[in-house]
Every structure is written in structure tokens, then in C-alpha cells.
């Protein structure tokens, strides 16, 4: 029997769901998206989005400490210093730019990391 990767062989999210409600125990697209590094980063970028800086630096910092060689760490990093700065924390972006930039010198984001780092 060949496998066919056409998208109607794979369950909707709905009733993958819906099958954890009525007692099966398989895990839901939804949960397995929530565990582990990916849980972990998923709430940041939702923060980020609505705007509440603050708090997505905190959820990009505890990624980053959690999984620190997570290939999403350098990411996490670098948005914490937009975050600072989006939230007026001059030395607090200065400072997490500066971080990003000792922690990947030749990272993906070393122009804006530098930019950031110097106060521009």
C-alpha cells in the first residue's frame, strides 16, 4: 500500500481535538505543539504581536535559558533586545544586543544587533 501525502489523509486539527474529547488519549496537534521548546516559544511571539513588550522579553529570556542550543535561541536573543527596545529600555536593548552579538558574532541579525548595541 503506497502513502500519499495528499492533505486528505491527514486529520483536521478539529478532529484530532475532537477525538481527545471523546476519550482517546493520542495527543492533539494543539498539545504536541505546546510541549517542549516549541510550548516554550510559542506564547513570545503572541506577546510580541499584541504588543506587550514586557512580557515577551520575559518569555524570549526563559526560552533562552531553558534551551539555550535550541537553533530558535539566536531568534529569542535578538528579539528580546527589539522588545527592550520597543519598550523604551534604552540600556536594557543596548545591553541585550550586546548579548546577541557575544553570543553570535556572525549571526543572522549582527547589523541590526549592532545598530541596537550602539543606541542607533
Same mark, same amino acid.
Given at each position: 500500500?503506497?502513502? %500519499?501525502? %495528499? @492533505?486528505q489523509n491527514? @486529520?483536521?486539527?478539529s478532529r484530532?481535538?475532537?477525538?481527545?474529547?471523546?476519550?482517546? /488519549?493520542?495527543?492533539?496537534?494543539? %498539545?504536541? =505543539?505546546?510541549? &517542549?521548546?516549541? &510550548?516554550? #516559544?510559542a506564547t513570545?511571539?503572541? $506577546?510580541?504581536?499584541?504588543?506587550?513588550?514586557?512580557? +515577551? $522579553?520575559? /518569555?524570549?529570556?526563559?526560552?533562552?535559558?531553558?534551551? @539555550?542550543?535550541?537553533?530558535? %535561541?539566536?531568534? =529569542?536573543?535578538? !528579539?528580546? $533586545?527589539?522588545?527592550? =527596545?520597543?519598550?523604551?529600555?534604552?540600556?536594557?536593548?543596548? /545591553?541585550?544586543?550586546?548579548?546577541? !552579538?557575544?553570543? *553570535? @558574532? *556572525? &549571526? /543572522?541579525?549582527? $547589523?541590526?544587533?549592532?545598530? #541596537? +548595541?550602539?543606541?542607533?
Amino acid at each position: 500500500m503506497a502513502f %500519499s501525502s %495528499s @492533505p486528505q489523509n491527514f @486529520p483536521s486539527v478539529s478532529r484530532v481535538a475532537f477525538a481527545r474529547e471523546k476519550g482517546n /488519549l493520542a495527543p492533539t496537534v494543539e %498539545s504536541r =505543539a505546546k510541549s &517542549g521548546a516549541g &510550548g516554550a #516559544l510559542a506564547t513570545a511571539p503572541t $506577546a510580541f504581536t499584541a504588543g506587550d513588550y514586557a512580557r +515577551a $522579553a520575559q /518569555l524570549f529570556a526563559a526560552f533562552e535559558q531553558t534551551y @539555550p542550543t535550541d537553533d530558535r %535561541s539566536e531568534d =529569542a536573543v535578538f !528579539l528580546m $533586545a527589539v522588545c527592550r =527596545a520597543r519598550v523604551r529600555d534604552e540600556s536594557g536593548a543596548r /545591553l541585550a544586543a550586546r548579548h546577541y !552579538l557575544q553570543r *553570535y @558574532p *556572525y &549571526g /543572522l541579525r549582527q $547589523a541590526e544587533a549592532e545598530r #541596537l +548595541a550602539e543606541g542607533r
